[in-house]
Each structure stands twice: as C-alpha cells, then as structure tokens.
C-alpha cells in the first residue's frame, strides 16, 4: 500500500483527499514507477473539474492527481519495450494513473530514461513544460533574429519557451503579473506588465512592426488582444484555447513520445532549457502546491518531491 493524493469525485479543491491503495498493476504498454517527484500542472485541476475526463484511462474514482513525474521503474507490463527495471524514468501517466502518488504507472511510449547528470526534480518538470516549448518553436520555425511574443510568460511552459526562443536567437516578449517579472527579466524577456495598462501598445512600443510570431498560454480576451499583432496570423499558436483557430492562428501540435521527451532531456542537461522551479513540496502538502498552481500566483514550476 502507498499514499496518494487525489479525488472521490469531479468538482473544486473540496473534493480532494487522500487515500491509501495498492501499487497499480501496469498494463500492456505501461511501466509501474516509484514516483521520486511529480510536477504540478494547471491541467491537474483541470482534469479534477472535470474539464477533461477523457484522461482519466477509464479509471474509477477515487482518482490520483497530477500527469508528470520522475521515478524508477518497478515492474513492467506486456509489450514495453527500451526500458528495464531499476531504469530512472521520466514521463507521462497519460492512463489515468496519477503522479500524487509514492507508486504510478506511466505510458511507456510517453515515457524515457533521464540521462546521467540530470536530477530527477528537473527531470519531472520537463514532460509538460519541456515538450511544449520544443513543440510550439519547431511549429513556427522562425529564423534567428525574428522576434517572438510569448503572452502568459511567467509559468513553468512561459519561462520554457522563452528559454529556448532565446537559445534560437529569437528576440522575447513576454506578458504576465508583474509578480512574475523577476525570472522573465532574469532570463531577457522584454516583460509587459498585463495590469499596467495597453497590452497592445506596450508590445507595439517594441515592436512597431508587429511581432513574427505568438505563443499563447493564456486564451480568452488576451488571446483576442494580441493576435492581431501577429505580421502573419498563422503564426499565433495558442497552447489551450483552441478558438485561436477562428482568429486564423493554429493550435499547438503535441508530441509526446520517447523522442520528443529525450529532446527536452538533452535541452535541459545542456542547460538550454533551465526550469525555474519556485517551490518544492512534499506530498503530505500537496494540497498547497496545487492550489498555488490553480490560483495562477505562482512563478515557474512548482514540484511535489515524494521520495
């Protein structure tokens, strides 16, 4: 038996607790971990509203939180293929079984070895926030020299992205709180501050031309606000908010497979990609590391550090 911290039912942080259960029994194509850290991500308590219950797996209640982790693998179900017990890992549980957790099964094809001389914290920040990045730059390809918008720059994917933006010698800016300036100037992100005032003309301050592309994190009424400042509105690609389509821009395309996760891997190990992760918790304080996440004050990542 182990600890979890999940939910008996879809609804607010009411309806969090947690709970005792048996190591899952990994499946065909997955591997069983002992979760070393899990990152926290806004998706988490978007899948415990019940935004999106087609990432349960199936799965009854009670359900464990969280999608990314870093451990070592236990045990392995039929049809795994590169990964052996004992290997440390990093990846994804895409099957509904939750990373809250001191045991999880993970999706092996989402799922890689975490390379020698990369600490498992960072490991666990990079399925979500790592991948993203790579993904949304290689979807504009912009050359170097042209200059990138990144609307909501002030989380884990924000920072990310603005990291490998800049390592692609593209030119930043970044809009966000004025509570996350700090790291975006840190890094040499142009930063708005989205409360002071003209979102708009700030980024037209800098960039009078307009900008040549726009990664979005934010949606709603500030995806509306920038993406005409795109020179070419398929370059606004929009992370959650798929309404960017009507606006002429394109949703991000997710790859979350073994080779996509050993790219990020290979980033942050080169120190390309450098997660600022702000807060580290155990599990017997989950519930505060989510809810800093679910309120949208937090800076960088937040991880829960399980073993």
Same mark, same amino acid.
């Given at each position: 038996?182990?600890?979890?911290?999940?939910?008996?039912?879809?609804?607010?942080?009411?309806?969090?607790?947690?709970?005792?259960?048996?190591?899952?029994?990994?499946?065909?194509?997955?591997?069983?971990?002992?979760?070393?850290?899990?990152?926290?991500?806004?998706?988490?308590? $978007?899948?415990?509203?019940? @935004? &999106?219950? +087609?990432?349960? #797996? %199936?799965? /009854?209640?009670?359900?464990?939180?969280?999608?990314? !982790?870093?451990?070592?693998?236990?045990?392995?179900?039929?049809?795994?293929?590169?990964?052996?017990?004992?290997?440390?890992?990093?990846?994804?549980?895409?099957?509904?079984?939750?990373?809250?957790?001191?045991?999880?099964?993970?999706?092996?094809?989402?799922?890689?070895?975490?390379?020698?001389?990369?600490?498992?914290?960072?490991?666990?920040?990079?399925?979500?926030?790592?991948?993203?990045?790579?993904?949304?730059?290689?979807?504009?390809?912009?050359? $170097?020299?042209?200059?990138? @918008? &990144?609307? +909501?720059?002030? #989380? %884990?994917? /924000?920072?990310?992205?603005?990291?490998?933006?800049? !390592?692609?010698?593209?030119?930043?800016?970044?809009?966000?709180?004025?509570?996350?300036?700090?790291?975006?100037?840190?890094?040499?992100?142009?930063?708005?501050?989205?409360?002071?005032?003209?979102?708009?003309?700030?980024?037209?301050?800098?960039?009078?031309?307009?900008?040549?592309?726009?990664?979005?994190?934010?949606?709603?009424?500030?995806?509306?606000?920038?993406?005409?400042?795109?020179?070419?509105?398929?370059?606004?690609?929009?992370?959650?908010? $798929?309404?960017?389509?009507? @606006?002429?821009?394109?949703?991000?395309?997710?790859?979350?497979?073994?080779?996509?996760?050993?790219?990020? !891997?290979?980033?942050?190990?080169?120190?390309?990609?450098?997660?600022?992760?702000?807060?580290?918790?155990?599990?017997?304080?989950?519930?505060?590391?989510?809810?800093?996440?679910?309120?949208?004050?937090?800076?960088?990542?937040?991880?829960?550090?399980?073993?």
């Amino acid at each position: 038996m182990g600890q979890a911290w999940g939910f008996s039912r879809y609804g607010g942080p009411e309806v969090q607790e947690f709970f005792d259960r048996p190591d899952p029994v990994p499946g065909r194509g997955e591997v069983l971990i002992r979760v070393d850290v899990a990152g926290v991500n806004p998706l988490d308590h $978007a899948l415990r509203s019940g @935004l &999106v219950p +087609g990432l349960d #797996g %199936g799965r /009854g209640f009670p359900l464990v939180l969280g999608m990314e !982790a870093a451990g070592t693998v236990l045990a392995l179900g039929e049809e795994v293929d590169g990964l052996e017990a004992g290997d440390a890992v990093f990846g994804l549980a895409l099957t509904g079984g939750g990373t809250y957790a001191e045991t999880t099964v993970l999706s092996a094809p989402n799922t890689a070895r975490i390379p020698t001389g990369l600490s498992a914290t960072v490991a666990a920040t990079l399925p979500v926030a790592g991948t993203t990045a790579v993904d949304v730059l290689d979807q504009l390809g912009l050359p $170097a020299g042209a200059t990138i @918008l &990144v609307n +909501g720059v002030g #989380g %884990g994917v /924000g920072l990310a992205v603005a990291q490998l933006a800049l !390592a692609l010698e593209l030119s930043v800016i970044g809009t966000g709180s004025a509570a996350k300036r700090e790291h975006a100037d840190a890094i040499g992100v142009r930063f708005i501050d989205y409360a002071a005032g003209d979102v708009a003309a700030a980024t037209r301050d800098l960039a009078p031309d307009g900008v040549d592309g726009i990664v979005d994190l934010v949606g709603g009424a500030a995806l509306r606000t920038v993406a005409p400042l795109a020179r070419d509105p398929r370059n606004v690609i929009a992370v959650g908010d $798929a309404s960017v389509i009507d @606006l002429g821009g394109r949703f991000v395309e997710r790859r979350l497979d073994r080779e996509n996760l050993e790219r990020s !891997a290979r980033l942050a190990l080169d120190g390309i990609l450098a997660p600022v992760i702000t807060a580290v918790h155990p599990l017997s304080d989950a519930p505060a590391a989510l809810a800093a996440v679910e309120n949208g004050h937090v800076s960088g990542k937040v991880v829960i550090k399980v073993t």
